[in-house]
């Protein structure tokens, strides 16, 4: 679905990514993993386009899609759900909704409705304001919001951040349905979710991927997330 | 009593022009954060673009008399688009991000547009009267009111009205408001926000050169200095609005039309003076403005 090879990237004069390498298989679960500073997001940004200067090649479904601008790359079918959430304030769930929407179409109204039922809070919030959201609201609609049209691959940076645990449980079942029809990549600290929903994983470290493998490794292997997490 | 209703009665009325230069400018300003000081000269040309084709097919005299006054505004309102898509899609667009540069390009199109209308229509003033439907006045109580004033309010009333409405339930509206707020998110949602930029961009224009063309009526004359003296009123209207507000743009409006009408009966020299007062006061106590919403 998405394939990283030798990404660069320089935020100014600061050479933030030396290298980084992945691959999110069709239909997986991919979620990348990092000390604080590792640069998950930066990665994250760059397939989105964020950085122009980048170097490396980005191949979404074998088209390569590096250094193309952040619309074009959401329009091919790639969801951004960014690490703080950035809902509209000012905008209500349904405008929020409404400006992701491509066309207003039966199929996607359909679509909106299936993730109406995945995230029930967003009906009962369907008139109120982004700003006046709870964490755990602002974070569903940042993911609904995504996935309001078609969306082959989802990128989702830290969506257990700052939450309460019952939202956090909340947001990780409602990834689980997803899963069955989008593939995601998924950068997450909280090595619960990690572990529960990965299928496979990256370790990135100062700007380069430092490991990789399926998930029951990491899960086997408490040296390594030691080494790299800081957690047992 | 009726000095005051006719000192408020005068104020909504240059207000509400006032509000038709400013609602561009606050939401060029609010959705791509650019400084845009040619924003008067587009009004002024606009000004005179339509009061020439006013005068050209016979201006006020003539039995079309009503009918021109609209072509003219017509015709400065597509003036409006034509200049907007240029001046944007050759300038501004080159600079987005870089404040300083916006500044002096902008600034660059403004002295451009100003010898440009001295070069077509010399440096002289022109003079421009109210179409006959709109000349003259009516009583209300003791309170003289000019048609033309009731006119401005009524038209610029309704622009703010449809404005309102088109970003309340319009797409365009609504992605145009989340982009004031996140322009980077809008486009990570697979928007162009260059396009709608462009289009704001462009309406903005028409606005301020429909304004403008208002403008002449209203004081009998447009000249080439008109675009300055106004652009300095529109930029604290904006920042006394919010950026990208527009809502805020006209009650800030109102407020410095009220504050000009008063001051001109007053003390004509302090206009100015207490426009920037209440623009202090405003921000003091609220910095991103009446209605700006602040990052
Ligand atoms: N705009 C910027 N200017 C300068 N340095 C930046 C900028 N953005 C990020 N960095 C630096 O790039 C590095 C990687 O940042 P990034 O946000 O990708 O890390 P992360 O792995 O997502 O961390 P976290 O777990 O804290 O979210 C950090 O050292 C950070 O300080
Ligand atoms: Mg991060």
Known sequence: MLKIKDLHTHIEQFHILQGVNLEVPDNSVTVVLGRNGAGKTTTIRSVM????????????????????????????GIGYVPE??????????????????????????ERQEWLLDLFPDLREA?????????????????IARALVNETPLLLVDEPSKGLAPIMVEKVMEAMNV????????????????????????????????????????????????????GIA | ??????????????????????????????????????????????????TWVYILIGGWNSPWGNLNFFVGMIAAALIGVVLGYLVERFTVRQVYGNHLRQILITTGVMLVVAELVK??????????????????????GDVRLTYYRVFIILFSTMILILLLFMLKKSKIGVVVRAGVENSQMVQALGINIRKVFTLVFIFGTM??????????????QVNPGMGLDLMLIAFIVVAIGGLGSVAGSAIAAVLVGLSEAYMAYYFPPGSLAVNMLIMAAVLLIKPTGLLGAGR
């Open chain 2, 119 to 140: 070069v077509f229509w010399g440096p002289n003033l022109i003079r421009v009267v109210q179409p006959e439907f709109l000349q003259g006045h009516f009583l209300v």
């Open chain 1, 126 to 142: 369907w008139k109120r304001k982004g700003g006046h959201l709870s964490g755990g609201q602002k974070q569903m609609l940042s």
């Open chain 2, 1 to 50: 009593m009726e000095l005051h209703l006719t000192l408020i009665f005068n104020g909504l009325a240059t207000g509400m022009l006032i509000f038709l230069l400013a609602a561009g400018l606050s939401l060029i300003f609010g959705l791509m954060s650019v400084l845009n000081f040619a924003h008067g000269a587009l009004f002024m040309f606009g000004a005179y673009m339509g």
């Open chain 1, 49 to 76: 386009g964020f950085y122009p200067n980048m170097s490396g090649e980005i191949l979404f479904q074998g088209k390569s899609i590096a250094k193309l601008p952040p619309y074009t790359v959401a329009k091919q």
């Open chain 1, 84 to 109: 703080d959430q950035d809902i509209f304030a000012g905008l209500t769930v349904e405008e929020n909704m409404r400006v992701a929407m491509r066309r207003e179409d039966d199929t996607t109204l």
């Open chain 1, 178 to 229: 997803i899963r069955e029809t989008t593939t995601i990549l998924l950068v997450e600290q909280n090595f619960i979710m990690a572990s529960q929903l990965g299928d496979y994983f990256y370790m990135i470290d100062e700007g380069r991927t430092v490991f990789q493998g399926e998930m029951q490794l990491l899960k086997d292997d408490e040296v390594l997330r030691k080494k790299y997490l």
């Open chain 2, 207 to 220: 606005l301020a050169c429909i304004g403008g063309y208002m403008w002449g009526p209203f004081q009998g």
